[in-house]
Nanobody, 125 residues
Framework: QVQLVESGGGLVQAGGSLRLSCAAS?????????VGWFRQAPGKEREFVAAITATGRGAYYTDSLKGRFTISRDNNQNTVYLQMDSLKPEDTAVYYC?????????????????WGQGTQVTVSA
């Protein structure tokens, strides 16, 4: 059975960094598709963070996070990463990775068909 598993979350002070990982298990399907990161803060809707193409040559970010977050992938490890720098308290959320599906847009929830369970990121002031 295919699974996406996020890791790397935790508690960090404002200005600090974290690197999240999204590992696919089950079979090597992630390498053939775009993978995205989303986040959901308490009481808010899940929002797009970043996405990376299958080859890793193309990356897309929500405008407000450009310059602080970097998405990358290692297809040999079947893993996608999200490097988060200069973290702010408003970055506190559960972060999810997901595999791009056949419908919707790359920056919308409906554009993804497989989701991980999420990893908590908490940024203290």
């Amino acid at each position: 059975q295919v699974q996406l598993v996020e890791s790397g979350g935790g508690l960090v002070q404002a200005g600090g960094s974290l690197r999240l990982s999204c590992a696919a298990s089950g079979r090597r399907f992630v390498i053939d598709t775009m993978v995205g990161w989303f986040r959901q803060a308490p009481g808010k809707e899940r929002e797009f963070v970043a996405a990376i193409t299958a080859t890793g040559r193309g990356a897309y970010y929500t405008d407000s996070l450009k310059g602080r977050f970097t998405i990358s992938r290692d297809n040999n490890q079947n893993t996608v990463y999200l490097q988060m720098d200069s973290l702010k308290p408003e970055d506190t959320a559960v972060y999810y990775c997901a595999r791009r599906g056949p419908r919707g847009t790359y920056d919308g929830i409906n554009g993804y068909d497989y989701w991980g369970q999420g990893t908590q990121v908490t940024v203290s002031a």
